[in-house]
C-alpha cells in the first residue's frame, strides 16, 4: 500500500518537511503530495549532455522501518533529459540522500539549489524488520561516493572491451 503525503508528514520522515508548495523559480512543486514527497536538491549543479555527477538532498531522511521508500524522476525534469539514479530507500534508513544525476538529454540542463529534483513514492512493510544498517546509514549533507568492499577495489578493472560488439556477442 502507498502512504499519502498526509500520512509522510504525520510520521516525521523528512527534516525540514513541507506541505505541497510551489517552487518560484521553477514553476514546479515540493514537498508532501497526494502519495509521494517530492524532495530538492542541495546544490547548483550546470549538466551538460552525457555527464554524471553526485549530488544530495536537502532533506534528511528518517524512514521508519514498517516503511519502504523508492526514487522516481521529476517528469519535468525527465523531459528534459535529466535521469535520477532509481533507488530503494530501505526500512530504517538515515541520513540525506545521495542522487546520481545523468544529463541523457541533448542541452546543458541547470539546476538551481533548493529545486525540486526527485519523488519518494513510500510502501507500508507488511511484517517490520529490524532497519537497515549498512555502511550509508546517516549519510552526511553532501554527496557520498560509493563504498565499495575492498575486494571488489582489487578487482583488474583494465579488461579492453571492442568498441563495437563482436558477432559472437550478437549471437
Known amino acids: 500500500m502507498v502512504i499519502t503525503g498526509s500520512e509522510i508528514l504525520a510520521r516525521n520522515i523528512f527534516t525540514p518537511a513541507a506541505p505541497r508548495t510551489y517552487h518560484p523559480e521553477t514553476?514546479?512543486?515540493?514537498?508532501?503530495?497526494p502519495a509521494g514527497y517530492d524532495?530538492?536538491?542541495?546544490?547548483?549543479l550546470d549538466l551538460y549532455p552525457g555527464q554524471f555527477v553526485l549530488a544530495s538532498t536537502y532533506e534528511r531522511f528518517a524512514?521508519?522501518?514498517?516503511?519502504?521508500?523508492?526514487?522516481?524522476?521529476?517528469?519535468?525534469?525527465?523531459?528534459?533529459?535529466?535521469?535520477?539514479?532509481?533507488?530503494c530507500l530501505e526500512p530504517g534508513w538515515r541520513g540525506y540522500l545521495t542522487l546520481e544525476l545523468k544529463n541523457q538529454g541533448y542541452r546543458?540542463?541547470?539546476?538551481?539549489?533548493?529545486?525540486p529534483i526527485a519523488q519518494?513514492?513510500?510502501?507500508?512493510?507488511?511484517n517490520p524488520t529490524l532497519g537497515y544498517d549498512g555502511r550509508y546509514q546517516d549519510q552526511a549533507d553532501e554527496p557520498t561516493p560509493a563504498k565499495l568492499a575492498e575486494a571488489y577495489d582489487k578487482v583488474n578493472h583494465d579488461t579492453e572491451?571492442?568498441?563495437?560488439?563482436?558477432r559472437?556477442?550478437?549471437d
Do not use: C, N
Open 39 to 44: 524532495v530538492r536538491l542541495k546544490q547548483a
Open 161 to 166: 572491451y571492442p568498441s563495437e560488439p563482436s
Open 63 to 87: 524512514i521508519p522501518t514498517d516503511l519502504v521508500g523508492f526514487l522516481h524522476d521529476k517528469s519535468s525534469l525527465a523531459r528534459m533529459g535529466l535521469f535520477v539514479g532509481v533507488g
Open 27 to 33: 514553476g514546479m512543486t515540493f514537498g508532501a503530495g
Open 108 to 115: 546543458p540542463i541547470h539546476l538551481l539549489a533548493g529545486q
Open 168 to 170: 559472437r556477442w550478437l
Open 120 to 126: 519518494v513514492v513510500f510502501h507500508l512493510v507488511v
